[in-house]
């Protein structure tokens, strides 16, 4: 574990301004050069919100990283690896990416194989 810095008077005043200015925690963190987890530490013990970052939405018919190995574990007979349960499952068959079979196994359609070849698009 690293050497622990104490938060001094002046950077509680700078969080405070910079949440009220509506800067993210990741903002925040390059202004004060601390790690973005301690700047919400730090706000939660201050009481002070901090927005959270807004992310763009996935475009649906592009497979996330759960989806992604979801259907390599389909495609190569193997167990599914953490994260991946019902509401995937479930996700993905609704676009018509996999369709149940006999058992508890699954098959991955073109589509399925399709939405993992598109391109994740960058933020």
């Keep these: 574990m690293g050497i622990v810095r104490r938060w001094s008077s002046e950077e509680d005043e700078k969080l405070r301004e ?29 009481s002070v919100l901090i927005i959270a970052k807004a992310f763009r939405a996935r475009p649906s018919h592009v497979a996330t990283h759960l989806e992604r190995v979801a259907i390599d574990a389909i495609k190569h007979r193997r167990p599914f690896p953490a994260g991946v349960g019902p509401s995937t499952l479930a996700g993905m068959i609704d676009k018509g990416w996999i369709i149940p079979e006999v058992g508890r196994r699954y098959r991955v359609t073109d589509a399925g194989v399709e939405a993992v070849r598109r391109k994740i698009p960058s933020s």
């Design 18 to 46: 910079l949440a009220g200015a509506g800067k993210n925690a990741l903002e925040i963190s390059n202004e004060l050069t601390r790690s973005a987890s301690a700047v919400r530490r730090r706000a939660e013990v201050l």
